[in-house]
């Protein structure tokens, strides 16, 4: 699959300090807002909402506060949101997705922008990276003395696509259409996440090896993911976690 290390990026969100956890919640509680204006507060209907659970679930977001916020969405009608995807490069030419929750674009344009010329990269047009990536359902499930032909076999049998065993981690990869039908299968399994959601896999990498880029790079990552109106970054950077 990619070249990411995906465990060691998944260590460091959730290695944040209170504050950043704090807007991730917030964040995915957006995203949960939407979901039910848009298809209703029974996950067992909306399928969307279904996996935004599981999400936050996997991030550690109380069940209470799951469940206040699907109250509060489907009562108040205020919240008017709209998803918005920027596309364009990094330093060295890195590729970057940035999807965005916002309630007003042209400030969310401005800001990526800002940070995009300030940090070495350019925002982009509609198209100029996405051919370079392929979602996918990404369930990740932490090694702790798990059965690897046990694991292998449950996945294949609910439908997965690829499974990789790491050191710290498995890491299960679907078509994005059969994400949720894999999810739930494994849930019922019993299996627990620390990670799981369809995200932008890149079907190639590229490294960064020179120190005044790797810095601008991890400026313009910690600027985007700390934006309010930014829900997710995907990027084709092979050695984020080396820097």
């Known amino acids: 699959m990619s070249g990411h290390s995906k465990w060691n990026n998944i260590k460091r969100k959730k290695e944040k300090t209170d504050a950043q956890k704090a807007k991730v919640f917030t964040k995915v509680g957006r995203e949960i807002s ?49 998803e918005i995807t920027y596309e364009g490069y990094g330093p060295n030419g890195v590729a970057l997705i940035v999807e965005c929750l916002t309630d007003n674009r042209n400030r969310t344009a401005a800001d990526l922008r800002h940070y995009f010329d300030k940090f070495g990269g350019n925002l982009g047009t509609t198209g100029c990276v996405s051919f370079m990536f392929e979602p996918k359902g990404v369930l990740v499930i932490e090694n702790e003395d798990l059965d690897e032909d046990q694991v292998m076999e449950d996945a294949v049998e609910a439908g997965a696509d690829d499974v990789i065993f790491e050191e710290e981690a498995v890491m299960i990869y679907t078509a994005s259409e059969d994400f949720s039908t894999v999810l739930s299968a494994l849930e019922n399994k019993k299996y627990r996440f620390v990670s799981a959601q369809v995200e932008q896999v890149p079907t190639n990498t590229v490294s960064l090896t020179d120190e005044e880029s790797q810095v601008k790079m991890r400026k313009l990552l910690d600027a985007l993911e ?5 829900q997710e970054v995907w990027n084709n950077l092979e050695n984020e976690d080396e820097f």
């Open 34 to 82: 939407v979901a039910v204006k848009e298809g209703g507060a029974d996950p067992s209907v909306n399928g969307k909402l279904r996996d935004l659970i599981s999400k936050a679930k996997s991030l550690n977001v109380p069940n209470e506060n799951i469940e206040r916020i699907i109250k509060k969405a489907s009562t108040d009608e205020k919240d008017s949101y709209e």
């Open 226 to 230: 700390d934006n309010d109106d930014v």
